[in-house]
């Protein structure tokens, strides 16, 4: 697997250092993209032979400057994984034109900004996408209008990748994790919203960010060969358990009559 070249974005931390640290186990040259430069090049440091490059994958110029890099150091590109995104949550009436922009432009306008640009050097040998979405896209939360939102619509885009990119010998397949223990669920996620999770989730535990890489590192293999336009949720069974949890419901007043 020497020759063989993964991208992914988002990769300074949590589950896409995760999957480029099981892709490098794996022998395949990573490419790793993030905005944040400082952690991304301290992270890349782990990993012989990767190659970091800072960019934000909302910005179409960016996006492209990235690729052309891609080209010239790496000649392909076999695997990419649209990891990249922001956790933004609160209720409807809360949620601003700006604010509902913020997330939809990198959850959603990054995945497809990447994927298009990276067709060129997919198409040449064949290659797989890998879109990490959420359990937040398949099954509806308080407080996740934008991200919610933005995930669902990642899962349908993986499906119209799968249908229109077959035929240049591209695969294309979502993960939706559930609750992980990143270390941003561990700061925004109280005592009382771990605990409802635990009671909701049939495996009563968080994810790990491994077990998430595990998933997605197997999509964008060979072993998956005849697997495309797929949603997979890594989520210990919370998909199948009902929706919603009073943990994340605002309180609500009731107003006199």
Request: net charge neutral.
């Amino acid at each position: 697997m020497t020759q063989t070249v993964a991208l992914v974005t988002g990769a300074a931390r949590g589950i896409g250092l995760a999957t480029a640290r099981l892709f490098h186990a794996e022998g395949r040259r990573v490419v790793m993209l993030d905005r944040d430069g400082a952690e991304l090049g301290r992270v890349a440091k782990e990993l012989e032979g990767a190659l970091p490059m800072i960019c934000d994958v909302s910005r179409p110029e960016e996006v492209d400057a990235a690729v052309r890099q891609i080209v010239v150091k790496c000649v392909r590109l076999d695997i990419l994984v649209n990891n990249a995104g922001v956790a933004d949550f609160g209720p409807i009436a809360d949620t601003d034109f700006s604010r509902w922009r913020r997330v939809m432009e990198t959850n959603l306008d990054g995945v497809f900004l990447m994927s298009q640009a990276c067709l060129p050097l997919l198409s040449r040998q064949g290659g797989a996408i890998v879109n990490i979405a959420s359990i937040s896209g398949l099954r509806a939360s308080t407080l996740r209008v934008a991200y919610g939102t933005s995930k669902a619509a990642v899962i349908h885009l993986t499906k119209q990748q799968a249908a229109e990119l077959g035929e240049v010998g591209i695969r294309s397949n979502c993960v939706c994790p559930g609750p992980v223990n990143t270390k941003l669920a561990l700061a925004v996620h109280s005592p009382e919203i771990r605990a409802a999770y635990h009671d909701a989730i049939p495996l009563n535990r968080y994810g790990s960010e491994q077990e998430i890489a595990e998933v997605i590192a197997f999509l964008a293999s060979e072993k998956a060969s005849y697997v495309t336009g797929q949603v997979i949720a890594s989520d210990g069974g919370f998909d199948s358990t009902g929706v919603g949890l009073p943990a994340l419901r605002p309180a609500r007043t009731r107003q006199k009559p």
